[in-house]
Each structure stands twice: as C-alpha cells, then as structure tokens.
C-alpha cells in the first residue's frame, strides 16, 4: 500500500517555543491531506485539511494561529504548533489519499508525539 | 465532532475466542473503514467497506455493514494476543465534499494468553 511518513516521531519542546511537524507521501502525490490529534485514551479527531496550493480549512475549535498548516507539494504538508503550551501535549497524525475516488481509502502517517514542558 | 460510537468501550476475552465490535453512526456514508493501533502507536489499515457492500473477509476479520441502521461490526475470530490493541471505525461521509475520515470513539481490545 501507499507509504505516509511523518517527522519528528517524537519531540519534546519547552512551553513557547514552535514546533513543525513533517508529512510526505511517498510514493504518491496527495492533492489533499488532513492532520489529526489524538489525547491519550481518545479517539482521533480531525484538525485540518490540508489543501495543495491553498488555505487549509479548519475544524471548528481548532485556532489556525496557533496550528499554521502549509502544503507546499503534491508530496509533503507541515504542521507548526506555535508558541506550544503543555496543553499541546498529544499525538499528531497526518494522513493522505491517492486520488479522488470515493472507495479510495486514507493512508496514515506512524504520527508524531509532542510534549511540551 | 465524532459521528461514530463504538461498543464496547472495553473487550477482555481469551485467546482463541472471537471478538466483536460495534460501530453506530449518523450520516450517509461512502464506504467505512476499520483501523487497530497499538498503544501509542499509528494507525493500521484493517479492511474498507463500502457503501453497497453487507460484509466482507479478510484473514480472521469479518465486518458488516448495515446502511439502513447505521451500523457496522467487526468480528475477529481465533483471537490471538497480539490481537491487543484498540480497534477504531471511521467513516468517509458522502454528504460533504471534505473527504476526511469521522473516527468511532474505539473498542479497547486486551486478549489473555
């Protein structure tokens, strides 16, 4: 199947500082790709969709100040956390589909851990 | 917001013995998918079933799919216990045009040896 890779796997950071987060495609181009987060126990909820060549489009709740979304490429998105605050504190997916069919299924990224101190 | 609820939230069972999960959720869907991830780890793809699908194999899983309650089940047979790990459902609804998955609140599966 399609290959989602994701970097840093795991970052510890003090309160304040800005954080980026990495997803490519491998061996696909994602026109479209959607980041996720994940608090400890709890099911994964989407942030953002991430769009090749535009804005990205927010869910409600979600502060685009603050999770600075840029899809740069047909292959690679970033997350920034900026000005991170223990609260930040989760699991971060990224995920992304090869084409636009609609029983064409999402590949994710092995996710990024962020803890802030 | 999470269209899909799981039950139940928590299954213990022994080895050998199957497992079933429960996926309930609101809106019209394209196809709907089954996830597992161990703790703290990514997701793995399990099986994508869709809309016009009633059930479907693959290896020890089995999952159906009744559109007209809204509901979908997983059921792992011979369990084993690196079957441990929790199982979420996400759908791909049809009524927006974002194309993002809608994930189940997850079934947290533990397998005794």
């Known amino acids: 199947g399609a290959v989602v890779s994701q970097h840093p796997s795991r970052v510890i950071c003090k309160s304040g500082t800005s954080v980026k987060i990495e997803c490519r495609s491998l061996d696909f181009q994602a026109t479209t790709m959607f980041w996720y987060r994940q608090f400890p126990k709890q099911s994964l909820m989407l942030m953002a969709t991430?769009?090749?060549?535009?804005?990205?489009?927010?869910e409600q709740g979600v502060e685009k100040d603050k999770f600075l979304i840029n899809h740069a490429s047909l292959t690679l998105s970033t997350l920034t956390v900026t000005s991170a605050h223990p609260e930040d504190s989760s699991f971060y997916i990224c995920?992304?589909?090869?084409?636009?069919?609609?029983?064409?299924?999402?590949?994710f990224g092995p996710g990024t851990r962020l803890t802030v101190l | 917001s999470q269209q899909g609820e799981e039950d139940p939230q928590a299954l213990s069972i022994q080895e050998g013995e199957n497992a079933t999960m429960n996926c309930s959720y609101k809106?019209?869907?394209?196809?709907l998918q089954w996830y597992r991830q161990n703790s703290g780890r990514g997701l793995v793809h399990l099986i994508l079933i869709r809309s016009n699908e009633r059930e479907k194999h693959s290896g020890r899983l089995r999952v159906t799919l009744d559109t007209s309650k809204k509901s979908s089940s997983l059921l792992i047979t011979a369990s084993r216990a690196a079957d441990t790990a929790s199982y979420f459902c996400?759908?791909?609804?049809?009524?927006?045009?974002?194309?993002?998955?809608?994930f189940g609140s997850g079934t947290r599966l533990q397998v005794q040896p």
């Open positions: 995920s992304a589909r090869p084409g636009q069919g609609v029983y064409n299924e999402q590949f």
């Open positions: 991430s769009n090749e060549g535009s804005k990205a489009t927010y």
């Open positions: 996400a759908t791909d609804a049809s009524d927006t045009g974002r194309r993002a998955l809608t």
């Open positions: 809106t019209s869907i394209n196809n």
